[in-house]
């Protein structure tokens, strides 16, 4: 994937930071539903000024995905029971974030702009997340917190607030 901008998800930006917390240097297998993320991964580990326009919709993460139909996720989730549609989840999902975290819908940023965001993600997670397990949402703020070191130290950003 070679590409001057992408669309992204919130959500799916800090999924990615959270992704070098939990395996680092490690390159992501391709998944078999067939989505990008693996690819997505590599583009902003390796261009902290790639351009990347928020979306509430399928994103670039979503690009070949099977469950991607007509720019919608007819993915079902499967971890509570207030949400059937992950379309709903992650809508609700990436309104709070952008709520807390001051983006607009078609805003473009940089991967290094959106570290700046970070602390207001990690401030606001446990309402982001309001109806996730507990654990899980705790586990999800160390790793985005330890991938935002690993990313911070390899492109030398200055992250204005990192929680430790
Ligand atoms: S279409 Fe749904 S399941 Fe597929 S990558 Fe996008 S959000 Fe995930």
Redesign the pocket.
Known sequence: MKKNQIDLRVHHFFDVIRAFGKHSDANIEPHP?G?S?HSVVELIRTRPSLEIKLVIE?DS??CG?C??KNGL?N?NVDHRKDFIS?EEF?NFVDKRAMKKCLIKIGEVLTPSQLCQKAGMYLDNIDFIYAGNDDWHTAQRKKDVIKGLKYYSRLHDIKIIKAQD
Do not use: A
Request: neutral net charge.
């Open positions: 539903h989505h993320f399928c993460v979503c995905c469950h991607c996720c993915d992950k992650n």
